[in-house]
């Protein structure tokens, strides 16, 4: 049963123009989420959160929106860089899961100069 | 402050074995989880230790185990390795950035590789 989804394995834009990535779950019980990016032969790294009391969180040139009446989180990246070509995980949790995360499988992220 | 740190880096196996992954978390971070990433699947929460005491459990049969000492350091164990179990092993410690109290400081990993 896979909660967390992230239904585009790749995404590919360029240079400047913005990169928008989608994630959706099922649990209505998640009530925090986060987004991960991770380069290759390195760990995830926290990238941006966003809790359910809030439909928007923007830091930089990253801005996740959430919509719990879909189930739909997106995290956009305003303008993207080829430094920002990596894996990116949409992860959720919920009160009773603790520091639990559940993750979707990630989408790679190219940007072409 | 130094991050979370992994040891080995990288390993390599064969069925039948057993493997043995440590974890030191950051300074001062009581909590360590670990999460297996193999290709598609993102990562798979296997278990989360608290003050030496195992908090939380995912869906991984017995052959996967940790532990946690006092002085916050963690190991994971897999016995009887099969094909299946060659992975990203990450560890996590709770801290290190965001507002919310479930942000994850990972570690690089152990990729184990099993022949």
């Known amino acids: 049963d896979q909660q967390v989804k992230q239904n585009s394995p790749s995404l590919s834009v360029q240079e400047g123009r913005i990169s928008i990535l989608n994630c959706d779950y099922t649990?209505?019980?998640?009530?925090?989420f986060l987004w991960y990016k991770k380069y290759p032969a390195e760990g995830p790294t926290f990238l941006i959160s966003?809790?359910?009391?809030?439909d928007k969180n923007e830091d930089g040139r990253f801005t996740v929106f959430l919509n719990k009446s879909a189930k739909h989180l997106s995290l956009h990246i305003v303008p993207s860089q080829p430094g920002d070509s990596a894996v990116y995980f949409c992860?959720?949790?919920?009160?009773?899961?603790?520091?639990?995360?559940?993750f979707g499988e990630g989408t790679q992220l190219t940007v072409n100069p | 402050k130094a991050g979370v740190t992994q040891t080995p880096r990288y390993l390599i196996k064969t069925r039948g074995q057993q493997v043995t992954l440590s974890c030191s978390p950051i300074?001062?971070?009581?909590?360590v989880s670990w999460y297996q990433q193999t290709p598609g699947q993102g990562l798979q929460f296997l278990f989360e230790?608290?003050?030496?005491?195992?908090?939380n459990k995912g869906n991984f049969p017995g052959r996967f185990s940790g532990r946690q000492f006092s002085n916050s350091r963690s190991e994971m164990n897999v016995s009887t390795l099969e094909l299946g179990d060659s992975a990203l092993y990450l560890c996590?410690?709770?801290?290190?950035?965001?507002?919310?109290?479930?942000?994850?400081?990972f570690g690089a990993g152990s990729r184990l590789t099993v022949l």
């Open positions: 230790y608290f003050s030496e005491t195992q908090r």
């Open positions: 649990n209505s019980m998640f009530d925090y």
């Open positions: 300074s001062g971070h009581r909590s």
């Open positions: 996590a410690s709770i801290g290190g950035g965001g507002s919310g109290a479930n942000v994850l400081t």
């Open positions: 992860a959720a949790s919920g009160e009773t899961s603790g520091s639990r995360l559940t």
């Open positions: 966003i809790s359910s009391i809030k």
